[in-house]
């Protein structure tokens, strides 16, 4: 089938006119790009980022702009002729809404929804790990296969710092171990150890997306709800939380970033088992000693670093 991938450029203060215009006409699935908000976003969850891709910001600069689509048929284009008169009359309203320029591409559905398969192929990683997409084969030769689908919402297993994770890792499960893994995402790290040889996992993560991505992930390997659990949730503030999660872990994963992995420092203690591991990731280069020198403050001892393009990764007792 295909697709009209239709784009409205506004302004701010124009997005709710626009989307409200659309809505009119039966057009609610849009998508909002706007600079302010994305602006927002950065400055009041600096505890979650430390680095932003400088072709994302210049691709945000300036920005505001509704996205929707429509089937590219008769009745399509019908729906897109009321769009263009529904924006020349909000034109000649005089309404700040800015441009209101529309412009169009055509797409086919594989087009935006599985053309970013083509670039994630199996990975070997560390000496034990091969991790493949569900939609490819592979053969394993003698490594422990990891079939993941993270979806578009979680990452893929190939950026530097799970990499550095999983590596780290795959170290330190011998079998039979315990692991609780902050920040899961599509829950490669727990998944990964759990057919590496832990005995159970928990995994925890502040999008509740991750319940479905994480728990149909561990599904694609072969395991079961029995072995893994799967929460939502921030442990740095919900006591509740904290609570579920209780302690003795023989292993804790914190691929997140640097501000996370040092507000969780002083509470590793009290969730590792004695002897347990602490394995963080996440953290870029910039950051790197100051993390290093919290983790040490917080009573842990650092044993190894990694790094890779410019991101580090401890793995702490």
Not at 71 to 93: H, M, P, T, W, Y
Not at 287 to 311: F, P, Q, T
Request: overall charge negative.
């Amino acid at each position: 089938m295909n697709w009209l991938e239709l784009h409205i450029d506004t302004n701010h203060a124009g997005l709710e006119t626009v989307e409200a215009t659309l809505s009119a006409l039966e057009i609610d699935g849009v998508v909002i790009d706007d600079e302010a908000e994305f602006q927002d976003f950065l400055e009041n969850n600096h505890q979650y980022w430390d680095y932003v891709d400088e072709d994302l910001e210049k691709a945000m600069s300036g920005k505001s702009r509704v996205t929707f689509y429509l089937e590219a048929n008769d009745d399509g284009f019908a729906k897109l002729g009321k769009v263009r008169i529904a924006l020349q009359r909000l034109k000649e309203s005089g309404a700040d809404c800015g441009t209101l320029l529309l412009t169009m591409d055509t797409l086919q559905d594989q087009d935006w929804e599985n053309n970013w398969k083509q670039y994630y192929k199996p990975m070997e990683i560390g000496q034990r790990l091969l991790v493949i997409p569900q939609w490819e084969q592979a053969e394993a030769k003698g490594r422990v296969p990891l079939i993941l689908d993270p979806g578009l919402t979680f990452g893929t297993g190939s950026h530097a710092t799970t990499r550095l994770c999983l590596t780290a890792l795959e170290q330190r499960v011998h079998g039979g171990e315990s692991v609780l893994d902050l920040g899961c995402g599509s829950g490669i790290l727990s998944i990964a150890a759990l057919k590496l040889g832990a005995k159970e996992a928990l995994a925890v993560d502040i999008d509740d997306k991750c319940l479905t991505v994480a728990y149909d992930n561990a599904a694609l390997n072969g395991i079961g709800k029995d072995t893994y659990t799967v929460k939502v949730g921030d442990i740095l503030s919900d006591e509740a939380l904290r609570a579920q999660i209780g302690g003795g872990y023989d292993i804790i994963l914190a691929n997140i970033v640097a501000d996370v992995i040092i507000a969780l420092a002083p509470m590793v203690h009290s969730l590792l088992k004695q002897g347990g591991w602490f394995l963080c990731s996440g953290i870029i280069d910039t950051r790197a000693e100051e993390v290093k020198a919290r983790l040490l403050e917080a009573g842990l001892e650092v044993l190894e670093e990694r790094s890779s393009e410019g991101w580090f990764a401890f793995s702490c007792k």
